[in-house]
């Protein structure tokens, strides 16, 4: 079967050309698709102090995991892989927050803070470590490592290495849940609208948030990435000094700060102006 094509594109992952459908934009799904692309490229030039950083924290965790994870020791192997996942899962968050998929995001950066737990159990528990690694022997196995990797579990081993960042974390995952991650009241309230027409109420979904909830849907980003970097030091500590990233992302932190100054500022000026 023949498919008609009207243009092409570049697949950067590949470098292939893929043709656009003819019938790209025709339905309303290949429509949206094209709405949170313009609105990714809305966000870019519209907050660019945002996206800066969030390019930063790329650049800084994402970039460079490849160079921190080279040859290293067997016994961190998994812990290496899931910091990973936590770094890709991050640039798939990014890309639906900047588009205005919030409620979509928050599920993303729960993920980044669940592989991140993982992550830092596996690299600090041997018991943790195998039953990762032999989960899919048997359903023994699996049974093992579904109690070992349960949250209050790896709560427990997070505070007995560092109870401040288990008590940040937890309740940024908890609000993480509340807010989109788990089907809950407050973000299915914030990700809809009810509008009355003619005595009638017409329920509607909101599938793009505009500038305001993006900068906060950015700002659980950052705050996700900063806890994870820290569960990725207690892990590879060592190796972060000697590459110079704890200073990089010490630098990133300090322009997060920057950026949410810049904003309260701003924000100050418009209420004096209305």
């Not at 309303?28 to 490229?41: K, Y």
């Not at 965790?61 to 192997?77: G, Q």
């Not at 998929?101 to 600090?124: D, P």
């Not at 579990?153 to 509340?178: M, Q």
Request: aromatic share 8%; proline share 2%.
């Amino acid at each position: 079967m023949e498919i008609k094509t009207k243009g092409s594109s570049t697949a950067l992952s590949r470098q292939i050309v893929r043709h656009v459908p003819e019938t790209w934009g025709r339905s309303e799904l290949t429509q949206f698709f094209d709405l949170a692309e313009q609105q990714v490229h809305a966000s870019v030039a519209g907050l660019p102090q945002w996206v800066k950083v969030l390019e930063k924290i790329d650049r800084n965790l994402t970039v460079n995991s490849e160079t921190f994870f080279h040859e290293i020791d067997k016994a961190r192997y998994e812990a290496s892989r899931l910091f990973m996942r936590a770094f890709g899962t991050y640039r798939a968050a990014c890309r639906l927050a900047l588009s205005g998929q919030i409620y979509e995001a928050t599920v993303l950066t729960r993920s980044i803070l669940e592989s991140g737990m993982y992550a830092f159990s596996c690299g600090s528990s041997k018991e943790h470590r195998e039953a990762w690694k032999t989960r899919g022997d048997s359903d023994a196995h699996r049974a093992v490592a579904k109690r070992l990797f349960k949250w209050v579990g790896l709560r427990k081993l997070l505070a007995s290495k560092d109870p401040a960042l288990e008590k940040e974390l937890n309740e940024f995952y908890g609000a993480t849940i509340e807010l989109g991650a788990h089907p809950n009241v407050d973000g299915i309230l914030l990700s809809s609208e009810d509008i009355a027409e003619g005595g009638k109420t017409k329920m509607s979904t909101i599938y793009l948030h505009g500038p305001d909830a993006i900068v906060i849907g950015i700002l659980d980003l950052l705050k996700a990435m900063s806890l994870t970097y820290r569960l990725l030091f207690h892990t590879i500590g060592h190796r972060l000094r000697l590459l110079g990233i704890d200073e990089a992302v010490r630098k990133s932190a300090q322009a997060t700060l920057n950026a949410l100054n810049a904003l309260e500022g701003k924000l100050k000026e418009e209420r004096k102006i209305t």
